[in-house]
């Protein structure tokens, strides 16, 4: 079936630094999704992508849309310590096909 | 506007026993899908309902299995529990499916399941 590889597993970084993170599948995807997850609480939303090559940011967060479809990053510029959590990529096919997950990063941030 | 809600948050259950967990989707949304979240294997598709039908399911055996009522609650059944159905079951609700356009999925809190 179709996978997503999402790497780094973990992070560990310093307040302040910035982050980069990335998915890649064998398969072509429509639309990529990165959300982030909370320990106790269901994944939020943090962009989402459906073109290549499109450069989408959300206040710190920025993320783009491989030119191939097979790779999504997600960047989180100046961390703070309210951006630990696990963060997970998503793709689908589009129409009404089931979203896949990759494994996820989690991310510590040390003041 | 409430989020998606979901009921038990925890549950513990001993092999052999069945159990169904509940979904209450955002108003107005009418697709609802299920996940499965574990440690080993991550976020796994379970299946999604539409307008009260099984749209898409996922790649998990016949003692996963859900429904839909006409107000766009769902529930999920499975049925003689094994140790490793443990998990957090998550649902998620948009307003016509998991990906159309720019329609967006949201996140329930999800229901611990332990399996004893």
């Known amino acids: 079936g179709q996978q997503l590889n999402q790497s780094p597993q973990s992070m560990f970084i310093q307040e302040g630094e910035d982050v980069s993170m990335n998915c890649t599948s064998s398969?072509?995807?429509?639309?990529w999704l990165w959300y982030k997850q909370d320990p106790g609480e269901g994944p939020v939303l943090l962009i989402a992508?459906?073109?290549?090559?499109e450069l989408t940011s959300n206040g710190r967060l920025t993320a783009q849309f491989g030119i191939t479809r097979k790779d999504s990053f997600l960047n989180i510029s100046a961390s703070i310590p309210s951006d630990v959590g696990i963060y997970f990529c998503a793709g689908s096919q589009g129409g009404s096909e089931k979203l896949v997950f990759g494994k996820g990063t989690k991310l510590t941030v040390n003041p | 506007k409430a989020g998606v809600t979901q009921t038990p948050r925890y549950l513990i259950k001993t092999r052999g026993q069945q159990v169904t967990l509940s979904c209450s989707p955002i108003s107005g949304h009418r697709s609802v899908s299920w996940y499965q979240q574990t440690p080993g294997q991550g976020l796994q598709f379970l299946f999604e309902y539409f307008s009260e039908t099984q749209r898409n399911k996922g790649n998990f055996p016949g003692r996963f299995s859900g429904r839909q009522f006409s107000n766009s609650r769902s529930e999920m059944n499975v049925s003689t529990l094994e140790l490793g159905d443990s998990a957090l079951y998550l649902c998620?609700?948009?307003?016509?499916?998991?990906?159309?356009?720019?329609?967006?999925?949201?996140f329930g809190p999800g229901t611990r399941l332990t399996v004893l």
């Open positions: 992508l459906y073109k290549a090559g």
């Open positions: 398969s072509i995807f429509n639309t």
């Open positions: 998620a609700s948009s307003l016509v499916g998991p990906i159309e356009s720019t329609d967006t999925q949201y």
